[in-house]
Structure formats: C-alpha cells, structure tokens
C-alpha cells in the first residue's frame, strides 16, 4: 500500500473516530473526556453566560470547542454564516443572535444525527438553521454563499488543512471573513501521534 493509499485508509478511521468521539460528548456530557467541554468550557472561553442561559440545555453541555470565534467575527444582521463542524449547534445558535430573522446561519458536519440535534436545538430558540452532512475538504455549498465563516477546534482534525482553506474561501463571499479557533502545534507531531485516530480526534 503507498502512502496515498495509507493517507485513505486512516481518514477514513479518524473520520469513524471523530464520529464517535463527538457524538459520546453529545450523548454522555457527564462522562471523563481529556478535554474541556459543557458550560465550563465554554465559561472559559469567554462565551457571555446570557448566550449560554438562552440556548437549549443539550446544546451547552454538548459543547466541545476550544475557544470563542465570536469574540472576532463581528457578525451583523442579515450576514450568512458557515459554522464548520456544527456539532450539536451551539456555535450556530450563538451566531443566529447576530444576523438575526434576516440572517442565515448553515451547519456543516460529518455526522447527519448532530445535524438533527443541531437543527432541533436551533429550533427551540425559535431559530432556524440549515445543516449539510459533509466534509469541510469538500464544504457541500456552491460558491460565494457565506459573508463569514466560523469553526471551533476542527480544521485542526483535518489531514487536508490546505484544501480546508480553499474550500472556505470558495464558498466565501467577495470581502467575506473568517473567524476561527483551533489548536495549533508549535513543533512537529510524531509519527505515533500522526498515526492513532483516537490523538487525532481529540
């Protein structure tokens, strides 16, 4: 098998990871996870507690970001916002205050069952968002559709990070932003780590 073919193959087991991973954080809050998640996470990050009071429940323990875009996004009424890796909609919810009944906020994420959560959490607010099951290396929207674009701690599960980024500034806008947070690492990853889903993932 050559590299390509391996590069595949472990994609396609970080992706089944990633699946499962997130959707133990959704399904489970209250289990040990090695990373911070729920309304502490978010508290730490900087999310206004008012956002946190006025989103569903499911949607605030859920929660599995690593820091706060919306602290630069400087979204206004009527935009159109990409949340990258929606999960169960806590992102999108936040945003959907912003742009407002004249806004549109769209979800994409790998696995379709948080797309329902997502939706159904949205819909509790009184808001409405739309979700695509899809890969952030291939976004399912056509070009110029979003004025921003905002992710929490995704890009960084990607082996594509380069074609991540194309694809966001495919379907932004002429003169539209992005607003992300991740994890970034300052050296260069070992090959055990490069190569266990489970690390990845998380």
Known sequence: MDSAENQTALEAVLKDEIIRMYEEVAEHPEGEFHFFHGRDAAERFGYDPEWLNDAPAGAVVSFAG??????????????????????AGLDAIVASRFVGPTGRVIGVDLNPSMCIKAQAHAA??????????GRMEEIPLPDATADVVISNGVINLS?????????????L?????????????????SQ?????PKLWAA
């Open 66 to 87: 690593v820091g706060n875009p919306h602290e630069r996004s400087n979204l206004q009424p009527g935009e159109t916002v990409l949340d990258l890796g929606s999960g």
């Open 124 to 133: 509790a607010t009184g808001t409405t968002m739309e979700c695509h099951e």
């Open 159 to 171: 082996f594509r990070k380069r074609k991540v980024v194309e694809e966001m500034f495919r379907v």
């Open 173 to 189: 806008k002429p003169g539209g932003r992005i607003s992300i947070t991740d994890i970034v690492s300052a050296k260069q990853l």
């Open 192 to 196: 055990s780590i490069v190569n266990d």
